[in-house]
């Protein structure tokens, strides 16, 4: 028998499969302790849970599918990028990105993406699958424990305090799994990370959108948006021929509406592509009067294209446009990028 994937259970999950056999029903939380607070991966360090248990436990469950193949670690050392093997041979990438006071953890939702931009690397490969709720949950508790034991020595954050869904894939496509990780991560009596410390990001997915605005947790809403023209966002994000630009900000101004919380739009800088002042000027009509903020990104290099970032004139005259318009705009200091772990660079390359 294939061993249950235990980070793939909900809680009232795990109480029914402890249940059936014979455990009683306290012992559910101590499981769920030991797997989210304590961070075990190893059902021989559960030392309050009997003997006999933890032996049917090793026998019966797993809480681990993730498999470290390789680790890249940045010149600078607050960037790590961790290649992780699925148990049926497909591959992901996630990064943990330390700051001063800051660990985030950005995390992927599926094996590939479907969108299909031609300036990401994750989508040159074509999409492969979605990832469960443990296999994206247990992103962002690999490198919890990482930081648990080494984070003080690294910057003195020692616990994971920011997650964002910006990783492989495209959330809204895996949507209902998705949330279910957002919720397992938020658990008070679990893993405890607040939801406005939590980001999902989006090539425009109405639906999703949509859908996020009726949501209870506050959970941060980022829009890969890169264009401000139908012409020219049909061929960065061909997402956007099923959900153009004015159906994608009927749905923003219906989540800001109910949600009252801001957007944020990423935006990647390409040299003659999408640089120029008249993106700027039309980028700036499309958000004036609107709740959000502008990340401008200098595009990160990919293999197999010829496009590359603007010079940081052109970068900073872009930035001006939007700023003397008074459309809030900055310009992202990217992390990773020696070890292609910065925004568009994810791909899971591997021998």
Known sequence: MTPTYLIN??????????????????????????????LANDFDAMTNLPLSLREELAQAASCRALTLREEKVAPDGLTR???????DGEHLEAVLMLYRKRATVCASTQVGCA????????????FRRDLSVGEIVEQVLHFARLLNVAGQDWTGVTAVTN??????????????TTWAAVERLHDPDGFNLGA?????????????????????????????????????????????????????????KVYVERTHRRVSFEYVLIDGVNDSPAQAHALAARLKGFLGHV??????PIPNSDWHAPKRPAVEAFRD????????????????????AACGQLRADHN
């Open 295 to 300: 990340n401008l990104i200098p595009l990160n």
């Open 196 to 252: 406005r410390r939590m980001t999902i990001s989006t090539a425009g997915l109405v639906p999703g959108i949509l859908r996020m605005a009726k949501e209870a947790l506050p959970v941060n809403l980022a829009i890969s948006l890169h264009a401000a023209t139908d012409a020219l966002r049909n061929q960065l994000v061909p997402i956007n021929q099923r959900y153009p630009l004015n159906a994608l900000f009927r749905a923003l």
């Open 81 to 87: 990028k961790g290649l992780f093997e699925l148990p």
């Open 115 to 126: 969108i299909g931009c031609p300036f990401c690397a994750t989508g040159q490969g074509g």
């Open 9 to 38: 259970l909900s809680f009232p999950q795990i109480q029914a499969w402890l249940a059936a056999r014979g455990q009683p029903a306290y012992r559910a939380r101590q499981l769920w302790r030991w797997l989210y607070v304590n």
């Open 321 to 340: 446009i939007l700023k003397k318009a008074r459309i809030p705009v900055s310009i992202r200091l990217e992390r990773g990028v020696e070890i292609a």
């Open 163 to 176: 997650v964002v869904l910006m990783g492989m894939g495209e959330p809204f496509a895996n949507y209902e």
